[in-house]
């Protein structure tokens, strides 16, 4: 089964969204897998960002998503990937519609609330730059037939 990798970034742990964002992927049927509140190294932040490095807004980007906690979490179901990324909404606040979790909460980019991963091997990548193999939780979740 897919996982994905999910973060909250420190402007929604801040407004106090974390219950809100979580219902979203809960109510269209997701697997939680793992979850912790952490406030991320910068070398970790480098690793997860790597894409941007050298973009004017590189430095920024990393001194933002290092300044308070964020909520990590992996998550998992059929194309969980694709599917979160059409939850969350485009990254910028201008273009991310009402309905999804950027368009509904997000009004100034680059404060965007939340970050999913844009392909399997990113997801792999940045799974393992958060969490240890161990902290994954396996285990059924019965509403696959219902949904
Ligand atoms: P994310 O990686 O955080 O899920 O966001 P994304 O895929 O929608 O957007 P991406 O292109 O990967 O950009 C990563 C984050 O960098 C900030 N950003 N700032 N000032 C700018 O022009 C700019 N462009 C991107 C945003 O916080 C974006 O979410
Ligand atoms: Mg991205």
Redesign the pocket.
């Known amino acids: 089964m897919e996982k994905t990798y999910l973060m909250i970034?420190p402007d929604g742990v801040q407004r106090g969204l974390i219950g809100r964002i979580v219902s979203r992927f809960e109510d269209k049927g997701f697997k939680l897998v793992a979850a912790k509140l952490i406030t991320i190294t910068e070398e970790q932040a480098k690793r997860h960002?790597a894409?941007?490095v050298g973009k004017d807004?590189f430095p920024g980007?990393v001194s933002?998503i290092t300044s308070g906690p964020v909520f990590a979490m992996v998550w998992e179901g059929d194309d969980v990937i694709a599917l979160s990324r059409l939850l969350?909404g485009?990254?910028k606040v201008g273009e991310a519609l009402p309905g999804t979790i950027r368009g509904d909460f997000a009004s100034h980019?680059?404060l965007?609330l939340?970050?999913?991963s844009?392909s399997p091997e990113s997801a792999a990548r940045e799974i393992a730059n958060f969490f240890a193999p161990e902290e994954l939780n396996d285990y059924k979740k019965d509403i696959g037939a219902w949904i």
């Open positions: 970034k960002y894409e941007h807004f980007l933002f969350i485009k990254t980019t680059p965007n939340i970050h999913g844009d």
